[in-house]
């Protein structure tokens, strides 16, 4: 079976560690619904690395990066 690394559903401490950030930050971008590509399952909030890549391709996490006070 050949799996594509980037299909891999990974949790938020993984997602904090490939964007360089910290876990609170991630689940305050959750929270503010800043677009970040987060998907619940059951009580977890897992991420798809093509999505996280994408998403910060597309400038959107700028914008969440901003919205910090």
Excluded at 7 to 16: F, G, N, Y
Excluded at 24 to 40: L, V
Excluded at 42 to 54: A, I
Aim: proline fraction near 1%; charged fraction near 35%.
């Amino acid at each position: 079976m050949d799996i594509n690394i980037s299909d891999k559903w990974i949790s938020i401490e993984c997602a904090a560690e490939y964007l360089d950030v910290s876990q609170d930050t991630i689940r305050n971008w959750i929270r503010k619904n800043n677009g970040i590509p987060a998907h619940r399952i059951g009580k977890l909030w897992k991420f798809k690395l093509s999505e996280l890549d994408e998403w910060v391709k597309s400038g959107k996490s700028a914008h969440a990066e901003g919205e910090r006070k």
